[in-house]
Structure formats: structure tokens, C-alpha cells
């Protein structure tokens, strides 16, 4: 499906995105697609350190909006003090409780009774405040997302479509379209209840999600998602139409040159101290939980494995626990990271690499369902993938043939499924860099995703190709 050039001149769209749209390639690829399309493009951001207010991306406005987190920070120091107070009077009771038990005590005179009773109002206080831990954070951004609302207003232009991103930029985006008579599109990028913070949030606070984004989805005039599995998840969860799949797949890479790029930038750029033919493999993207990280270290321990070299890079709250093992005697000049690289020269990166691994855990149903970028991003660099056996990602690589599925959980089947692609005959290996090439180039690319989105604006706001 594709759009021709110029079909929404004289359109405005204006996006809202919770973040400060620096590094967000989902939605700064739509706004750059809607301009080239014709539509005079704004994006509501969220202000950030050392950024400009206001800035042109291309042909795409920018403008930063500071918000105000002083009810969630309220909120998370008020919890953090109930914890110590309820920590510190636990603690003072210890000793004694000690004490007692030394002496062979068995029955507690009377008025342990006291401490008793206020051990019990401790752990229930320490249990008010577990729950309220987690509502505060919601708390919060709800408060960030109402003050962020009002203090863009006067920078927002009247538009013809309003595009909210994930459920936190959805509700402004509703507003605006309310008041200005527009058009309403929400962009889901993930399952947001089941996803993150959320999936983890007491029964309460998920529901209460889930009715606000199910609110939302069923007052849009489209629903914009990130794949097939997701999209079918929230039309059968929130009894809504099939919402559009827009896979966040990269642009088409040197298609001047279907032939899988040579580069080797960990060895020349970063100066990595790996022998000239040792196989590289590589993990990219978000150093957090669930994704698969402790995994890839415990496989590259696996004797599949031992004449290969992992490297991870980009960045995240578990860096510093990847240095340390990094750092282990039996990892020693075997694992490396590297810094996250600008989005321009990532795809560089990951073409240095032999294989790219991608074992996501099935923590929650977002990521059961989810494909993450770094699939696209090795298609498009001609490196070979192993992710895991979830229902996208099998798709992805059963209809193109670029890799192998494995259980995630299984560091022996992660080493096992990277080392039978390491071990192939080189012409076996070539030919499969060569599909992985072929797939990005031909379907799983931006331009093709895009054409999903500009023929859903198409209908929105009535241009000659609406019902095409």
C-alpha cells in the first residue's frame, strides 16, 4: 500500500508525545512522512535539559513544553518516608524481640501486647503505602499530563487531525480535537495496561487503565498500532474496529545496493580488542529487565559459544551490571559494551556484527506480542537474528527466512540457535544476510509501513485517495 506525494497538502496535524522527541523514531519517521505528504506538521513535546523550546526537524515543527511533577514527587517522598519510619520502628523492636527470645521466653507478658499491636499497625501501614506507592506514581503522571495539557495550549495550532501518542499523550491530543471539531487518531505504540509500570500495577490501578484507554480508543476516529498481534489483542479487549498496523521497521538502508555492507566499526571505531574473525554478536536497544539480557551473558558461557564475543550496545539502568560481568574472569575480553550511537550511523553498527540476538522475555503480554526494532534494524543491515519463538516475531522471521527462534529463558537454546547460524558454511551464511537484505528492502521498510499510515489520514480528512 503506498500514498502518493502532495495528497495532504493544506492539512495541519499536530501530535502530542510525553517524551522529548529526540529519540523517538516512531514518531518523528510519521511526522517526516505527514510533511512529505503534503501536511504542515507540529509536535507537543515534553521540554528537556539542554534542549531548545522550539526547533524544526526538517520540515517538522517541535515545540517543548514543560511540565510540573511536584505532585508525584510529593507523592513518591511521602511514600519513601512512610517506608523508613515503618522500617526504623521495626528495627527498634528487634533487639528487644531478641532479648526475649535469648531468655527462653515463650509467653510475652502483658504488655507486649502493645508492641504487638503496633507491629501489626506498622505492617499495615507499610502495606497502605505499598499500594500507595504504586497508585502515586499514576498519580503523578496524570498531574504531568493535565498541567502539560493546559500549559501547551498556547502553543498548539488549530489542526485537522490530532494524533496522540501512547495513553499519555492521547488525552490531550482528545481535548484539542474536542475543541477544535478535528479529527481524533491515537497511535498505541504498545499495549499500554499490560506493558511496563502497568503490568505490574495492583489489579485496581489496571483496571482503571484499561477503561481510561479503552475510553479513548472507542472516541478515535482511527487506531494506530505498532503490529498485527496487538492490533487483533485490542480490537478483541476493547470490542473496537481492527486499528491500522504501522511496524516501526527503519527506512529502505543504501537500496542502491541490495548486497549486505561490510563495516566493522567495534573493532576500528570503538577499538574494541577482538581478533580479526572472531564472530561478534550483539544485543542493541534498552539495557533493562525482561529483555533478555542476564540470558545473553549466561549463553555466551555455553560451550556453543565459547569462541564468540557478545556486545551490547546502547544504554539503560543495567549497564552497570553488564560491566561488572563483563569484567568476571570468564567473561574477561569476551563481553563488551558500547555506548548507544546516533540513529543516523546505528544501522552501521549493526551490519559489524554476525548475528543480532533479540531474546525478549515473556514477562508480560506486551512483550509476548511485541517486535522490537532491533528485528527491523537487522533486516536492513543484513545481520541475521535470533529472537524469540513469540507470534510476531515468528511471523517476521518465519516469512523471511533472516534468522532462527528460540525459547528466551534458555540460555542453552539461545547458544545453540546463534552458534547454528555462526557455524553455517559460509555460502549457507551469506545467502542468509542476503534474505535479511531482500526482506527490508522489499516489505518490512518505513516507506511501505507508511503507506498504512498515509492512507488511513487519507480517509480521515477526505482526500481524493480516501476509500482507495
Known amino acids: 500500500m503506498s500514498a502518493t506525494p502532495g495528497i495532504l497538502v493544506g492539512r495541519r496535524v499536530c501530535m502530542f508525545v510525553l517524551n522529548d522527541c529526540t529519540r523517538d523514531s516512531r514518531v518523528l519517521r510519521e511526522a517526516a512522512s505527514l510533511a512529505a505528504a503534503g501536511a504542515e506538521v507540529t509536535i507537543i513535546a515534553r521540554r528537556g535539559e539542554g534542549l531548545p523550546d522550539q526547533e524544526m526537524r526538517g520540515p517538522v515543527r517541535v515545540v517543548r513544553v514543560a511540565t510540573r511533577a511536584s505532585l508525584g514527587q510529593a507523592a513518591g517522598e511521602g511514600d519513601a518516608v512512610a517506608?523508613?519510619?515503618g522500617a526504623g520502628f521495626l528495627a527498634r523492636q528487634r533487639p528487644r524481640l531478641e532479648r526475649w527470645r535469648a531468655l527462653g521466653i515463650r509467653e510475652l507478658p502483658a504488655y507486649l501486647g502493645v508492641r504487638t499491636w503496633r507491629l501489626a499497625f506498622v505492617r499495615t501501614w507499610q502495606l497502605v503505602f505499598y499500594v500507595v506507592s504504586h497508585l502515586s506514581y499514576?498519580?503523578?503522571?496524570?498531574?504531568?499530563?493535565?498541567?502539560?495539557?493546559f500549559k501547551a495550549g498556547r502553543h498548539v495550532p488549530a489542526a485537522d487531525v490530532y494524533h496522540g501518542?501512547?495513553?499519555t499523550g492521547v488525552g490531550p491530543a482528545w481535548w484539542f480535537a474536542r475543541r477544535h471539531r478535528a479529527r481524533l487518531v491515537y497511535d498505541s505504540h504498545e499495549l499500554y495496561p499490560e506493558s511496563g509500570r502497568a503490568a505490574v500495577a495492583p489489579r485496581f490501578t489496571r483496571?482503571?487503565?484499561t477503561a481510561i484507554d479503552r475510553w479513548f480508543m472507542r472516541r478515535a476516529d482511527a487506531v494506530v498500532t505498532v503490529n498485527r498481534s496487538i492490533a487483533d489483542e485490542m480490537a478483541r479487549r476493547y470490542r473496537i474496529e481492527q486499528p491500522v498496523a504501522v511496524m516501526n521497521c527503519p527506512e529502505r538502508w543504501r537500496s542502491d545496493d541490495p548486497e549486505p555492507p561490510t563495516f566493522d566499526h567495534f573493532r576500528q571505531t570503538a577499538r574494541l580488542p577482538i581478533a580479526p574473525g572472531t564472530p561478534i554478536v550483539i544485543y542493541q536497544g534498552g539495557f533493562r529487565p525482561h529483555r533478555g539480557i542476564e540470558q545473553i551473558v549466561a549463553a555466551l558461557l555455553e560451550p556453543e559459544l565459547r569462541d564468540a564475543v557478545g556486545v551490547f550496545l546502547g544504554y539503560g539502568p543495567q549497564r552497570d551490571w553488564i560491566s561488572a560481568q563483563a569484567a568476571r574472569p570468564d567473561l574477561a575480553g569476551r563481553l563488551f559494551v558500547?555506548?548507544?550511537?546516533?540513529?543516523?550511523?546505528?544501522?552501521?553498527?549493526t551490519a559489524s556484527a554476525d548475528v543480532t540476538i533479540s531474546p525478549i522475555q515473556h514477562s508480560t503480554l506486551n512483550h509476548w506480542l511485541s517486535s522490537p526494532n532491533k528485528v527491523f534494524e537487522s533486516l536492513a543491515a543484513g545481520v541475521p537474528i535470533v529472537a524469540s519463538d513469540f507470534p510476531e516475531m515468528a511471523r517476521i522471521i518465519g516469512d523471511t527466512g533472516a534468522g532462527v527462534v528460540c525459547d528466551p529463558a534458555d540460555p542453552g537454546a539461545i547458544a545453540r540457535a546463534t552458534a547454528g547460524i555462526l557455524g553455517a558454511d559460509p555460502a549457507d551464511r551469506a545467502a542468509l544476510r542476503r534474505r535479511c537484505r531482500a526482506a527490508a528492502l522489499d516489505r518490512y521498510n518505513w516507506e511501505t509501513e507508511a503507506g498504512h499510515l498515509l492512507a488511513t489520514y487519507a480517509v480521515l480528512v477526505g482526500t481524493p485517495e480516501a476509500g482507495a
Do not use: C, K
Open 338 to 349: 558500547v555506548d548507544a550511537v546516533p540513529p543516523d550511523v546505528l544501522l552501521e553498527w
Open 165 to 167: 501518542h501512547d495513553l
Open 207 to 209: 483496571r482503571v487503565l
Open 83 to 85: 517506608r523508613r519510619s
Open 138 to 149: 499514576w498519580l503523578g503522571m496524570t498531574f504531568q499530563v493535565l498541567t502539560w495539557t
